[in-house]
């Protein structure tokens, strides 16, 4: 049964989404058109972005906020413990994998659910167990999502169920991604294809939502998803002949639109970008022509046969740039000694002495030494007047105890 439904999603997806009106090459002189409201393609190792449409626009995500709510269960150190199952949890709206009030599962397991099948239930489950309730699981994406980067995202569900308030971008899902496929056991998790299913209220075995994992090569995950709102929503990694990009498509207008566009901008990153990479001990030239050994390798990306700049500024940064002065990378490459940094500012207030001409010293002391003449005035004038009110005051007393003779 199991190989017979593999079959069939085979024949279904090489009918469709691979049809020949699918662009197998981007053409060199334009970059691929998506029907997505909004896209980004990176690179997942250095996080370079090599294509982007509308990607800071907030747009609904739906069940590719699943992906956050995965490698935090992952990242609790729980996945072996049994989790019970909550009445809230199996009321959930949507596709579930059908678990039953009462049932105890393993945290590993009810990833694995959530991720494969979309199991609205099993992620209403993870935050129950892992946070005590939903709110405060979305607190948890929240902050995951702001140390990710993600400064256009705020989470409400775990499930990613529509909410006004549940929203996110292109850019801040390729970042979160990009953070999530640095932990092996997410990356198993998002990359399996079918997976044996046995609970309560099901028996089966559940076959991947992303179809891209079936039939374009290379690919390694990560998740679709769909709401009404939201329209069709998907992130898909891929790992080809030592390139490795992460594509987001948001609000596309059909599920095959949403796989042809990812497919045009993984092919459009094969065929037009190479990664390069300083490695670890490059000499470096600063501007002043000292030398200084790079520390770690510093790896970028840009478009094959384009150049690139390597500028060091004066507190020992390097970057490194694209023919256009678009920054690709930048490291620490070393830091200016104490002494240094005090030569500087002592030149810097050398040359603010320097800036003073002779005509403004002049000018200067001459406000200085008129100020001080003000001042002595001002000095004899209130001692006089104190002088003369102590005489009136004695003028007053001995008159006051003079006695006439008659």
Avoid at 43 to 65: E, F, H, R, W
Avoid at 78 to 95: C, H
Avoid at 250 to 271: Q, V
Wanted: aromatic share 8%.
């Amino acid at each position: 049964m199991k190989k017979i439904f593999q079959t069939i999603m085979s024949l279904c997806l090489l009918s469709g989404i691979l049809a020949p009106t699918v662009p197998v090459h981007a053409s060199t002189s334009e970059a691929p058109k998506v029907k997505s409201q909004s896209a980004i393609l990176i690179d997942q190792k250095t996080g370079n972005v090599l294509y982007n449409k509308k990607d800071s626009k907030k747009m609904y995500p739906a069940s590719i906020t699943k992906i956050v709510t995965a490698i935090l269960a992952i990242e609790s150190g729980k996945m072996d413990e049994m989790v019970t199952i909550s009445k809230n949890a199996t009321l959930t709206d949507g596709t579930r994998v059908y678990l039953s009030e009462g049932e105890q599962l393993p945290l590993k397991k009810l990833v694995e659910g959530m991720i494969v099948n979309s199991g609205n239930d099993a992620a209403v489950a993870i935050a129950e167990y892992l946070a005590g309730d939903v709110p405060s699981f979305a607190d948890k994406m929240n902050e995951f999502a702001k140390k990710a980067g993600a400064t256009h995202t705020h989470f409400v569900t775990p499930n990613g169920l529509f909410n006004p308030d549940h929203y996110t971008t292109a850019e801040d899902m390729a970042k979160i991604t990009q953070v999530a496929m640095k932990n092996k056991e997410f990356q198993r998790i998002v990359s399996i294809k079918d997976l044996p299913w046995h609970v309560k209220g099901w028996n089966t075995t559940l076959v991947n939502h992303h179809r891209l994992l079936w039939d374009y090569p290379g690919t390694t995950g990560v998740k679709n998803g769909y709401v009404s709102q939201a329209k069709h929503t998907l992130v898909t990694s891929v790992s080809r002949n030592g390139m490795d990009f992460i594509a987001v498509v948001l609000k596309a207008p059909t599920a095959k639109a949403s796989y042809r566009d990812t497919i045009s901008l993984f092919e459009y990153g094969f065929n037009h970008f190479q990664r390069q990479k300083l490695s670890k001990g490059t000499m470096i030239e600063d501007s002043a022509g000292k030398e200084h050994a790079l520390k770690k390798d510093l790896e970028f990306t840009l478009p094959m046969g384009e150049n690139y700049t390597k500028n060091v500024s004066s507190n020992g940064e390097l970057t490194v740039q694209d023919s256009k002065g678009n920054e690709l990378a930048a490291v620490q490459l070393f830091h200016p000694s104490p002494k240094k940094a005090a030569s500087k500012m002592a030149s810097s207030t050398a040359e603010k002495v320097k800036e003073i001409t002779p005509l403004q010293l002049t000018t200067r002391t001459a406000v200085f030494f008129y100020s001080l003449f003000l001042l002595l005035v001002s000095c004899m004038v209130i001692v006089r007047m104190k002088k003369k009110k102590r005489k009136e005051q004695r003028m007053k007393r001995l008159a006051k105890n003079y006695t006439f003779i008659k």
